[in-house]
């Protein structure tokens, strides 16, 4: 019913910039808090930044001034700007977002398929 898609991951130097993008689709009737997580090489799954319908943003402590998350409600979209890329942020990037799919019914959550960002010399 709902489907997210991100993409811009690829390879970069440390040091680079990347924007990510994600699209969402399918039964929306509104849109509600947008996230970016990323999954490390073996690692878990964690927390990168999100943002409220109001544009309130909040960012891990390793990314904060360095990464920069927003949304176009009129697209559907959430995009991440990451600049000065560093190693460690080699990962996954998946966005999540909450959805109500029809008026006065409780939001759920949705995941993307994930994009790859690799940090390297």
């Known amino acids: 019913q709902v489907h997210l898609v991100e993409s811009g991951g690829g390879l970069v130097q440390p040091g680079g910039s990347l924007r990510l993008s994600c699209a969402a689709s399918?039964?929306?009737?509104?849109?509600?808090?947008m996230g970016w997580y990323r999954q490390p090489p073996g690692k878990q799954r964690e927390w990168v930044a999100d943002?409220?319908?109001?544009?309130?943003?909040n960012y891990e402590d390793s990314v904060k001034g360095r990464f920069t998350i927003f949304r176009d409600n009129a697209k559907n979209m959430v995009y991440l700007r990451m600049n000065n890329l560093k190693p460690e942020d080699t990962a996954v990037y998946f966005c999540?977002?909450?959805?109500?799919?029809?008026?006065?019914?409780?939001?759920?959550?949705?995941w993307g398929q994930g994009t790859q960002v690799t940090v390297s010399s």
């Open positions: 999540s977002v909450q959805v109500s799919t029809a008026e006065s019914t409780p939001v759920s959550d949705y």
């Open positions: 399918g039964s929306i009737f509104s849109l509600h808090a």
């Open positions: 943002i409220t319908t109001s544009g309130r943003t």
